[in-house]
């Protein structure tokens, strides 16, 4: 996020930046051996988790027939931004905590906050455009399924990474890499800018576009689909089968809401803590700043994140629990016709 660094770790008074080789690296730790063993099996584990699930998701929407409708292409750039976080920015993010300083020079530094930036905007960016492709869906969907192609997707998805690369220029430009520390400008009018156009802006957006669409699909609900009288035959067979098509289709897009909502809420309750007490410390100063170790236990949880979509998915989505099903058992049948492959070539070996 555009705010991340904003509290890092700065070097031990008197060390020089370019120390080396006298053992001040192994003093200047920030953690204990047990806490930096800890810190490192629970930093991987997101690490990998983020990349395992998201992936899933990707080649699931890809092979799925189930999950090939246009707005899932919106999940699959989401995904595509979280494997990113998870191999551009996680590792360095891991090796800034342990080590206590910056080590991989101020150029990739610049880089390193431009990519956080420009990552964690554009998945709440995603959110925020999937929450109004949703209203869309929901107060005009006979004139949106037929504008709903996945290039007028695509538009939408290439909007919100353009949005999302303006907001990380700053960041690319006005960082202040130097020796150890790789943070960006501190100036109050900066934090609060970036944690609006990041964060809190997006969140009202989606707030009230998501109570809006309760409120509709509340009021559809309480109508009901109405009473007729029947007709001839062959009209009501014909009838019933239209009636049957819309229930269905609003059963998916409710299916879909759902697991939106769920997707948003939890970003929001990962975000907001970091948020903020990073905002309300550039407001205040240092009397309304949390100690590092709470900042840093926010930060952290905003990165898990990254993982939690594609388990909320299968917790939520019947289409994606069976394709991830489909995706994991294929490699276990490989596994077991290999294994009898092979034990059936050593009986023939033996017989022979």
């Not at 007028?152 to 960041?171: D, N, S």
């Not at 269905?248 to 007490?277: H, I, K, N, S």
């Not at 170790?293 to 939690?308: A, D, E, R, T, V």
């Amino acid at each position: 996020m555009s705010t991340r660094r904003g509290q890092a770790v700065s070097p031990p008074a008197g060390t020089l930046p370019n120390a080396s080789g006298n053992g001040s690296e192994a003093g200047s730790a920030p953690h204990s051996p047990a806490a930096t063993g800890l810190i490192l099996l629970a930093a991987l584990a997101v690490l990998l988790a983020t990349l395992v699930g998201n992936a899933l998701v990707v080649v699931a929407i890809s092979t799925s027939r189930a999950l090939r409708a246009p707005q899932n292409l919106f999940l699959v750039s989401l995904a595509s931004a979280d494997i990113l976080v998870a191999v551009l920015v996680l590792p360095f993010s891991l090796a800034n905590e342990v080590m206590g300083y910056w080590y991989f020079g101020g150029v990739w530094c610049s880089l390193y906050l431009a990519l956080d930036v420009l990552l964690c905007t554009a998945s709440i960016g995603h959110l925020c455009a999937i929450s109004l492709d949703r209203y869309w869906a929901v107060t005009r969907a006979a004139r949106l399924n037929l504008r709903r192609s996945p290039g007028r997707v695509k538009g939408m998805i290439g909007a919100v990474w353009a949005a999302a690369a303006l907001v990380a220029l700053p960041p690319l430009l006005r960082a202040r890499p130097g020796g150890r520390e790789c943070q960006l400008s501190q100036e109050t009018w900066y934090v609060l800018a970036s944690c609006a156009a990041s964060f809190f802006a997006p969140c009202l957006v989606m707030v009230a576009v998501y109570c809006r669409i309760y409120h509709l699909t509340a009021r559809r609900t309480a109508k009901g689909p109405g009473v007729r009288m029947p007709g001839w035959r062959h009209r009501s067979q014909h009838q019933s089968v239209s009636l049957c098509r819309q229930r269905l289709v609003r059963a998916q897009e409710r299916r879909f809401t759902v697991v939106l909502a769920v997707v948003m809420g939890a970003f929001v309750l990962c975000w907001f803590p970091f948020f903020f007490t990073y905002s309300l410390g550039a407001v205040c100063g240092e009397g309304c700043r949390v100690s590092k170790p709470l900042f840093s236990f926010f930060f952290w949880i905003g990165y898990c994140n990254s993982s939690l979509n594609p388990l909320i998915y299968t917790l939520f989505n019947r289409d994606f629990r069976a394709a991830f099903r489909r995706l994991l058992a294929g490699p276990l049948r490989f596994s077991s016709f290999a294994a009898q492959n092979r034990k059936s070539q050593n009986i023939g070996l033996s017989l022979g």
